[in-house]
């Protein structure tokens, strides 16, 4: 089992910067994949960034050159600096790991941090 817990949401003004942080515990693997999904208001849910021990990261193509993942393995931490913030940014972050299983995949969450993007 694996528990996330996000931190580093809140209220910033356009052209901002926050860093969100999410801690997972249990067992971690080396072949998780850890990430950031949004959710804005009347939307669904999408991925923003996503990074793999050892691998390259990957970020949607909106927030490319203005957000940054990065991965402590020894920690169990990932990170997600964003810098540049606009309004179309604000949603709720949640904190993900994508693991891949013999007969399919799961996938654990925490339990989200409201990020407002408002002047």
């Known amino acids: 089992q694996v528990q996330l817990v996000e931190s580093g949401g809140g209220l910033v003004q356009p052209g901002g910067s926050l860093r969100l942080s999410c801690a997972a515990s249990g067992n971690i693997l080396s072949s998780d994949y850890m990430g950031w999904y949004r959710q804005a208001a009347g939307k669904q849910r999408e991925l923003v960034a996503q990074?793999?021990?050892?691998?390259?990261?990957w970020l949607e193509s909106s927030v490319q050159g203005r957000f940054t993942i990065s991965i402590d393995s020894g920690k169990n931490t990932v990170s997600l600096q964003m810098y540049s913030l606009k309004p179309e940014d604000t949603a709720v972050y949640y904190c993900?790991?994508?693991?891949?299983?013999?007969?399919?995949?799961?996938?654990?969450w925490g339990q989200g941090t409201q990020v407002t993007v408002s002047s």
């Open positions: 990074i793999v021990d050892g691998g390259s990261p």
């Open positions: 993900n790991v994508w693991r891949r299983l013999n007969d399919g995949y799961i996938n654990y």
